[in-house]
């Protein structure tokens, strides 16, 4: 019997060993327990998983004032087109016998802030709007009173209608001149000395106006009714009175009537300045609308028809919550105002991959059009700070080349502490002016690969927390920390009664 014991007994110490090295082998492939301050994900799968740009439990998202779109076929296609006056032009005009029999009176004349030019005899003339050909005509239209058959010569010596403007992260700022008709972004990158290398997007800014307040008093009183005067964002001149002020819908209804009964739409189909109406989504804003006039007044519940994918933040379990399988969601980011104001201008907003473009995609060097306006999108600057249970607190600046995550500024700060908790994260982040909102944030779970990683923003505040148990656990690994083989740390003030004194040679020197 005593033999059938023991027997069990060295079998049970025989399992029991086994099963302490399976759990120590094993240990190194889950989570370290002991210190909640080591994190990771150590799987063997990969995962991909979203960055968010913005918390939407706590900022407010910016309605989109216009729509952002991609280059087409048609923005590289140049257009030549007779070149039309504009104040500050500077013209040459050249009469026939005006003043004096037998000779030509020459005039230089510059157009001034109205659109107008003074010549002698003929007083002021409307110059702004007309090509140098209709000038021509209508000053011999005038001639003709008195002018059997009146000589004119109308040449332009400096013209600035045809100027874009270029700002941003670019070393020359200003506006610029269209030199060409094929005249690309490249080209006015290169024009204003460059941007810097780490620079993501262009935007190309194209505008319409949509109300006589916002034209110049020249244009007052003008319809819209060519592809090119809606991309150069003018128009020709017209006899029809108009109000001073004019809704989107009485726009659309008399180009409706002056494209011959067409189908509706505010340019010709392949305009490469503003989108047609018909071929807009029903479901995103049209040209020249507000977000207001097409969304609804609810976010997006997970599950619906719209859901695009993404993370959201439940306000009841406190933790995020993916959504779909990829991308933040725009409509449940914040509900749409109805009585938002109506715009000026129809506006289209040409969004340029940089770092494509740079690279040789020549499908990106879009045809730069008259009045266009470049916005070179710089880096994201400022600061950002840390502090409570991390390595080096303090202040850290943004870089200038890459983006910011929360994990990877705790990376940069040093670490966690001895007896920090990650699952008590404080993010502090400037939601408006004077106006400032605080999130808990489990790094845990972003290192976990379970909850999305966060981009930081200028004056982000991150607070390592901690709690009651961290400093018992740090006293008990501080217990068991190993030094020679398996032998413990040996408290230095005990040592000498272990040892004996140290050796000396003070004193035996000969």
């Known amino acids: 019997m005593s033999t059938i014991t023991v027997s069990s007994r060295r079998t049970a110490s025989r399992f029991a060993a086994v099963a302490l090295l399976g759990g120590v082998l094993a240990g190194c492939e889950v989570d370290n327990y002991m210190d909640p301050s080591k994190t990771g994900y150590f799987e063997f799968a990969p995962t991909t998983i979203p960055v968010l740009e913005r918390i939407d439990v706590i900022e407010e998202a910016e309605l989109p004032f216009a729509e952002i779109t991609q280059p087409t076929p048609e923005d590289l296609i140049p257009q030549s087109e007779a070149y039309r006056l504009a104040p500050s032009d500077i013209i040459r005009c050249e009469i026939y016998e005006l003043v004096e029999a037998g000779m030509t009176d020459i005039s230089v004349r510059t157009v001034d802030q109205s659109g107008q030019i003074r010549l002698k005899t003929l007083g002021n003339i409307p110059a702004a709007g007309l090509t140098l050909e209709e000038l021509k005509q209508e000053i011999v239209d005038r001639l003709r009173a008195t002018i059997t058959d009146p000589l004119v010569s109308i040449s332009l010596e400096q013209g600035r209608a045809y100027e874009y403007t270029i700002y941003g992260a670019i070393s020359g700022t200003g506006m610029y001149s269209i030199a060409r008709d094929d005249f690309r972004v490249m080209d006015a990158l290169a024009l204003s000395g460059g941007t810097i290398a780490s620079t993501m997007d262009i935007y190309v800014i194209r505008e319409l106006p949509l109300t006589e307040l916002v034209k110049p008093e020249y244009d007052r009183g003008t319809g819209t009714s060519s592809k090119e005067e809606v991309d150069r964002g003018t128009s020709s001149t017209s006899t029809t009175p108009v109000d001073n002020v004019r809704d989107i819908e ?239 740390l040996l408290d230095r003030n005990f040592g000498n009664d272990v040892f004996g004194p140290p050796p000396t040679n003070i004193g035996n020197f000969r």
Not at 281 to 299: E, F, H, K, L, W
Request: aromatic share 8%; hydrophobic share 35%.
């Open 250 to 488: 009485a726009l659309i209804q008399d180009l409706e009537n002056t494209s011959g009964g067409g189908s509706p739409g505010m340019v010709a189909q392949d305009d490469p300045g503003l989108l047609d109406l018909d071929d807009v989504d029903p479901a995103s804003p049209a040209v020249g609308t507000t977000a207001a006039d097409t969304a609804p007044d609810y976010r997006t519940a997970p599950g619906s028809d719209t859901e695009s994918g993404g993370y959201r933040f439940d306000q009841e379990q406190e933790v995020w919550v993916p959504v779909g399988g990829g991308e933040q969601m725009v409509e449940m980011m914040l509900p749409i105002e109805d009585d938002a104001p109506k715009r000026s201008f129809a506006t289209r907003i040409i969004q340029i991959d940089y770092q494509r473009l740079a690279r040789g995609d020549s499908d990106l060097n879009i045809i730069v059009r008259p009045g266009d306006r470049l916005y070179v999108e710089p880096p994201l600057t400022g600061v950002v700070y840390i502090d409570g249970e991390i390595g080096r607190p303090g202040v850290y600046q943004l870089p200038v080349s890459g983006k910011l995550t929360l994990s990877r500024l705790v990376a940069a700060a040093g670490g966690f502490g001895p007896i920090a908790i990650p699952e008590r994260v404080d993010l502090t982040r400037v939601v408006g002016n004077d106006r400032e909102s605080t999130i808990r944030v489990n790094l845990s779970a972003i290192r976990n690969r379970t909850e999305p990683d966060i981009y930081m923003q200028p004056d982000d505040h991150v607070n390592i927390g901690t709690n009651f148990w961290a400093q018992p656990l740090a006293v008990v690994r501080n217990g068991f920390r190993a030094t020679y083989g398996f032998g413990f």
